[in-house]
């Protein structure tokens, strides 16, 4: 039995980035955020596919033994396509065609074996989608995603979703504007006032901010020198953020910690290469040896000689205030 | 004798934010750089004023035992002008004015007594200068700033400056600007191809990354929840950082990595408020308690009961790949 269902979109994207092309490139939420998790616990998708979805594609979820008993197929639809560009800096997709196609007509429901999976992740897709699977899962634990065209044309719908669960995942363009504040900070506190437990904001090149009503932490990114392809780079990161939390099976701080730098992680493999590519080959060491170069390149001590109990207005080495 | 020298630029600023407005700013890189490095160690300004230079405002590096002696006096002229605007992000200063005034024919002559201090920090100037002051010095340790201007219109003196100093200290937009390369490790190893050991890369509210032949370190900011004026971080930055390594008096990787957490929280001050108004008062408490915060927030565990000698490829609570 799946311990993490994703429900979001496969897609079939079209992408162009200054240093490559591909024509036919699987992608879309479910696909990289299922990949990623993949690698932690046992992963079900809830997702609709049209009659081009190959069995070369379908074999992406096989190999990562994802149970695909959730995948709708409409053989005389197309699967949702999406064709989009990164300039030069490979910050901003510039969309150049969607064509949402079998998604249009999405209705996703869980069989009873899909609803009883403890971790529910609602991707990028219609709040009030997101909301009616929401209703059908009896997870203990529930995190989603969003994007700026909800917050654009579909507030109140969104509102009401954001507030039936445990963690909001979004860039940090987003949760300012989904809060109207400029200020990460205060954004978060009016976002936590919306209903969710946990806030978790991605920032891309510069890492992630999670904020709690109880607890703060933030990290960089994993450096990567050869972006071939950000596209995923944020479901892959909520994959291993949640994949990790679904083997963990409770959610404390000091899990969630974990967990956001195994996302990290996993979202710096995904950019390395086109489509899921590069996450599909992982090995385990392939995994830690970038945790572990995570925990160096973050550390610091704070003393020369560091006191572990150090505390505000002992003597240090820190100078004296003149 | 100073520990730690600053050449810059001291300045009166005319500066509107958001929230909030102030004609008359003591402003300047100097300024900023030397308040902030005081809290550290003993600090000696190089710089030029006008005849509109106040006792008040001389008092505020009084206040901060910041030798001055290295200050030139213009009587007839007027100190170095700039009035700019924040809009909203607070992330882009726009120039509403610049008169150089007496900066413009600033040429900065080192006393005996400044150029035997052991650490030198050669702020954002005309880069034939910065190397006229680094000539100079004695000083054993070099870092030096820039600005895209220079970049853009002496770019040949640019680089023979930073040929010449130990670390540069600029913003990311700057060392991509610089290496004429928009991934940052890229352009940071293309960067230290020119010369200097170290590269500080300052991303304002994401932090920063360091990088030498050795080294790679990164760090998110400290979170400011109210910036009131974000003139000055860059310099309260590297003031604190080049501060707390004068005070260690070795640089290496973990005094290095101090010193970015000092200066970070230095410059988290330095926002909240207009010109160097918080960081004048700060006390020892003030910063430690930031430190210790620091800490926290950035703090994780690789393992839920963290083995020290786990080693990648060991087994651990992490997911065997399936």
Redesign the interface.
Not at 316 to 322: G, I, L
């Given at each position: 039995m799946s311990k993490l269902l994703v429900v979001g979109s496969v897609a079939i994207d079209s992408i162009k980035t200054p240093f490559g092309k591909r024509e036919r490139s699987l992608g879309g939420s479910a696909t990289h955020f299922s990949v990623s998790a993949?690698?932690?616990?046992e992963v079900g998708v809830v997702a609709v596919v049209g009659g081009d979805f190959t069995s070369e594609d379908e074999a992406v979820f096989h190999q990562?033994?994802i149970d695909t008993s959730g995948l709708e197929r409409v053989k005389d639809g197309k699967t949702f396509f999406w064709a989009g560009e990164y300039s030069?800096?490979?910050n901003t997709a510039h969309t150049l065609d969607t064509q949402l196609n079998v998604f249009g007509d999405f209705k996703p429901s869980l069989s009873p074996e899909a609803a009883n999976a403890p971790f529910l992740f609602l991707g990028n897709i219609q709040p009030t989608l997101q909301r009616e699977v929401r209703a059908q899962s009896k997870a203990k634990f529930v995190a989603m995603d969003t994007m700026n065209l909800w917050i654009d044309i579909a507030r109140d719908e969104l509102l009401k979703t954001i507030a039936e669960v445990d963690a909001l995942i979004i860039n940090d363009a987003e949760a300012r504007q989904l809060a109207q504040e400029?200020?990460?900070?205060?954004a978060a506190k009016a976002i936590l006032k919306m209903g969710p437990k946990m806030l978790l904001v991605k920032?891309g090149?510069?890492?992630a901010?999670f904020f709690s009503n109880d607890?703060?932490?933030?990290?960089?990114?994993f450096?990567?020198?050869?972006?071939a392809d950000p596209t995923g780079a944020g479901d892959s990161f909520a994959g291993g953020f949640m994949?990790y939390l679904a083997?963990?099976e409770h959610v404390d701080d000091?899990?969630v910690?974990?967990a956001?730098?195994y996302g990290s992680v996993m979202a710096s493999f995904n950019v390395e290469q086109f489509s899921c590519d590069r996450l599909r080959d992982?090995?385990?060491?392939d995994?830690?040896?970038r945790?572990?170069r995570f925990?160096e390149?973050?550390?610091?001590?704070?003393?020369?000689n560091f006191p572990a109990n150090s505390?505000?207005?002992?003597k240090?080495?820190?100078?004296?205030?003149?």
């Open positions: 993949s690698f932690f616990t990562r033994k030069f800096d490979l400029s200020n990460l900070i205060k920032r090149e510069y890492g901010a607890t703060y932490f933030a990290t960089p990114a450096p990567v020198e050869d972006v994949g083997q963990q000091k899990a910690r974990r956001i730098i992982l090995t385990h060491d995994i830690m040896h945790i572990h925990s390149f973050t550390h610091f001590d704070l003393y020369p505390k505000p207005g002992q240090t080495a820190f100078a004296q205030v003149k």
